[in-house]
């Protein structure tokens, strides 16, 4: 494998979990904001904040130990 099929597959590795870890949070906090009694709206505004603070920096290093 070359340097730029390894970098390629570096990029794809951290685009899948980035996606990852943006639909677990989305999906955790909307759900908890749905049973705090949050309408659909208020719900998916509080899944969108939680896209927001998920920490790209520790996944990236998370994959770098692998």
Same mark, same amino acid.
Request: net charge negative.
């Given at each position: 494998?070359?340097?730029?099929?390894?970098? @390629?597959?570096? @990029? @794809?590795?951290?685009?899948v979990a980035v996606r !990852?870890a943006c639909l677990e949070? &989305?999906? &955790? !906090?909307?759900?908890?904001?749905?049973?705090? *009694?949050?309408?659909?709206? *208020?719900? !998916?505004e509080v899944a969108l904040?939680?896209?927001?603070? /998920?920490? /790209?920096? &520790?996944? !990236?290093?998370?994959?770098?130990?692998?």
């Amino acid at each position: 494998m070359s340097a730029n099929d390894d970098a @390629r597959e570096a @990029r @794809r590795r951290l685009a899948v979990a980035v996606r !990852a870890a943006c639909l677990e949070a &989305a999906r &955790a !906090a909307y759900e908890e904001a749905a049973i705090a *009694g949050l309408c659909h709206e *208020g719900a !998916a505004e509080v899944a969108l904040d939680a896209i927001r603070t /998920v920490d /790209v920096e &520790a996944l !990236a290093r998370e994959l770098d130990e692998q």
